[in-house]
């Protein structure tokens, strides 16, 4: 028997325009689902084939890697491979950043330093099971015209590639 949607969260399939979703490619689909669920607080919609989580206004599409395929032929999907070089990641803004970390840390979440003041915003990054980084951040300075700064302005502090 096929699954079907939940009543409370539709499959992101929408009847004009378009929806956005994430999807990743993950190594065990049970523990991402529980991740986006238990932890992050998304509704499941579908439990595999692909799983799908609501997650605030938007959708998670989870599945297994794999070679390519008719439409992508030369295209494998599989999860990261655990190095410090991302190209991607997702960015989740909470209205408070601090009970957002205490929570999700509480729920098993590992962030990779607790929230910094940026000036224009909180943030902080947390890693999913498969390693895909997660940016969580409080707009703070931005909302009242204080944008993040360029690149080359640094401030005390500041850490400098070498």
Known sequence: MPQQPSRDNAFPAPNEGMAMTLFLT???VARSRRFYSEVLGGEIVLAENPCTIKLANSWVIMNPGGGPTP???DVTLRPPDGSNTVSSFMNLRVADIQATYADWTA???????PPIDREAEL???LRDPDGYLIEVGQATGM?????ARKEND????????D
């Open 26 to 28: 993950v190594s065990d």
């Open 71 to 73: 439409d992508k032929p």
């Open 107 to 113: 729920k098993g979440a590992e962030f990779l330093t």
């Open 123 to 125: 943030r902080c990054y």
């Open 143 to 147: 909302l009242h015209g204080h944008f």
């Open 154 to 161: 640094t401030r005390p502090g500041d850490r400098r590639p």
